[in-house]
């Protein structure tokens, strides 16, 4: 009997040990969860100040960008100024749906003072972070899930939906360039709903796929905006009213005029979200993406757009394309806080703040190719002395694409004068896109000639002034972006034949960098020519009579330039 209840003791000992086990563990478990809970950065929180509880939102900052100036409206800009092409026009304000004390669904444009149209955006957005207790619940999350179970859980948990009369629509008309920017609040995206291909994957897994297969068809309700209760479903703009704000012009296939065509209305309390997103995020469709101008094009539509709605900080981003994976990627990611497919999203999906970027050939630099428009190039402070034909946007958006790589004048290495880089931009075969033949057009047939006769050149004049002469092959189609943006950031010339790859001038230093075209009789195009006068850059070209340039020209000019430049440096000129 003592035997059995020794043995009982000890049993009991080891029982009462494993509780205490078992009871520490679940309390280090709840220490670890409460810690993981008071880290702000894995918590998603509003891009936006919140109203409940005074943080900030995770999301990259704007960097401080020397040529930077205030994107404040102006109802009076004249619209043949270069301020007004480069992405300060849109101040012609227009409400579709109007959030006041009594919501009004309107069927046509109400024009307003561009003045009122950013602060009714602001004052929306901040009544929104006084609703942040009522996502306690966990419903509520500000990342884009592409997980289908986790999206379906929170279908069945109704997401909480804002009052109706926060929903707004505007958009903001450019008579300069003749588009529109437009935003909504409490905007839902059935990704379903928009026929295209999924998006996003490896380009040797959709060798051969059609271009059609990739662009958007949105059929009705592929987008829609929340309005009170008891209100009719309907299209969101009429015939009239879409043709003026987006007139399709000469684009064949206007993918944002189809997108805003197929918007309609939904009575919030038929509203189900599978996930909501509560950070601004721009809609954007491309279409040559695999083209650097085209997609240079598609950022600055991008970086104007987020600063005409006044984001304050970098938005996220959502193709509405089924384009497969390109280099150019690497540059969107780095840009903006986020890019999505929209194909790969569960839906619906429910946006706070939506906002529609113009399409690429309604950017300045497209539409600036066939416009008589002298703009120059210069820093923001010289603008004044004479404001209708001088920019700093352009430099300002180079500044803000080298800034999202960390490659400012202000962090970059001190500039080392003794070393002169000219940079020859190639031509090389490379898979572009799944209809591409891997072998992009010749516009210069002695090519390798060209390159030999720069090393020649380079070989003999090193020493000159104590000027150490380097040249580079640009062969940067079997280079990372990051790669590229450093050759165009330390080359003092840049040479190369009309091409796509020019486009990097755009993120050279204005005051430190010539540009040299050897220009094809059959590719006679002003691109990079006004695009170095947008910039303030020096700007040189030869004409050649066939595909072959003469290489003793080449000699002759690459001279005259780099002495000229020497000049400079030294203050002669």
């Not at 109706?164 to 450019?174: A, E, M, N």
């Not at 650097?292 to 104007?304: E, G, Q």
């Not at 896109?433 to 000639?449: A, D």
């Not at 006004?530 to 340039?549: A, L, N, P």
Request: hydrophobic content about 40%.
């Amino acid at each position: 009997m003592a035997l059995m209840q020794s043995q009982g003791g000890g049993r009991g000992k080891k029982i009462l040990w494993v509780k205490r086990v078992v009871v520490l563990l679940v309390l280090l478990n709840l220490i670890q969860f409460f810690f993981f809970l008071l880290k702000p950065e894995e918590r998603p929180v509003n891009t936006r100040p919140s109203a409940a509880n005074g943080r900030q939102v995770p999301g990259k900052s704007w960097p401080q960008l020397s040529s930077f100036t205030s994107w404040t409206v102006n109802p009076d800009l004249n619209a043949d100024s270069c301020e007004a092409f480069f992405g300060n026009g849109f101040t012609q304000a227009f409400t579709l749906l109007d959030p006041g004390p009594q919501f009004r669904a309107r069927g046509s444009l109400l024009k307003e003072d561009t003045a009122i149209r950013s602060r009714r955006m602001q004052e929306l957005v901040g009544s929104w972070r006084q609703r942040q207790v009522k996502q306690a619940l966990g419903q509520v999350k500000d990342d884009i899930q592409v997980d289908e179970q986790d999206a379906q859980v929170l279908k069945r948990n109704k997401v909480f939906q804002p009052p109706p009369r926060s929903s707004l629509f505007q958009c903001f008309y450019s008579q300069t360039l003749r588009t529109s920017i437009c935003e909504g609040t409490n905007m839902i995206m059935y990704p379903k709903k928009i026929k295209m291909s999924k998006g996003g994957e490896p380009l040797d897994s959709v060798i051969g796929r059609n271009e059609e297969e990739e662009l958007p068809y949105f059929t009705p309700g592929a987008f829609e905006v929340m309005v009170p209760e008891m209100e009719e479903r309907r299209a969101l703009f009429n015939k009239s009213m879409l043709d003026r704000l987006i007139p399709v012009q000469q684009i064949g296939m206007h993918t944002m005029h189809h997108l805003f065509e197929q918007i309609r209305t939904v009575p919030v309390d038929e509203v189900v979200c599978a996930q909501r997103v509560t950070t601004p995020t721009l809609i954007v469709t491309r279409f040559e993406y695999a083209n650097l101008f085209h997609t240079v094009t598609d950022w600055y539509n991008a970086y104007i757009t987020s600063r005409i709605t006044n984001l304050k900080k970098r938005p996220r981003l959502i193709f509405a394309d089924g384009h497969c994976k390109s280099p150019m990627d690497e540059a969107w990611k780095a840009m903006f806080s986020g890019v999505h497919f929209a194909r790969h999203l569960t839906g619906p999906v429910c946006f706070d703040h939506l906002i529609f970027t113009p399409l690429g050939y309604n950017s300045p630099f497209f539409k600036g190719l066939d416009l008589d428009l002298s703009c120059k190039g210069c820093p923001p402070e010289a603008i004044s002395d004479n404001p209708r034909h001088l920019t700093a946007r352009v430099r300002e958006f180079g500044e803000f694409v080298t800034a999202a790589f960390n490659m400012t004048a202000e962090v970059m290495p001190p500039e080392d004068t003794s070393i002169f880089k000219v940079l020859f931009v190639r031509r090389e075969d490379y898979l572009a896109h799944p209809r591409h033949s891997g072998k992009p057009e010749s516009r210069l047939s002695n090519e390798v000639e060209v390159l030999k006769t720069l090393q020649s050149w380079a070989s003999s004049r090193s020493g000159y002034k104590n000027v150490n002469i380097t040249v580079v092959e640009g062969l940067f189609a079997h280079m990372s972006f990051t790669e590229q943006l450093k050759e165009i950031r330390e080359s003092s010339i840049i040479v190369g034949a009309h091409g796509a790859g020019l486009s990097h001038l755009l993120f050279s230093r204005p005051q430190k960098t010539a540009v040299l075209e050897l220009m094809s009789p059959y590719f006679m195009r002003p691109h990079f020519e006004v695009m170095s006068q947008w910039m303030g850059i020096e700007y040189h070209k030869i004409e050649m009579t066939s595909y072959e340039v003469d290489c003793s020209e080449v000699t002759r000019r690459i001279d005259q330039i780099f002495l000229g430049m020497l000049r400079k440096q030294d203050g002669l000129l």
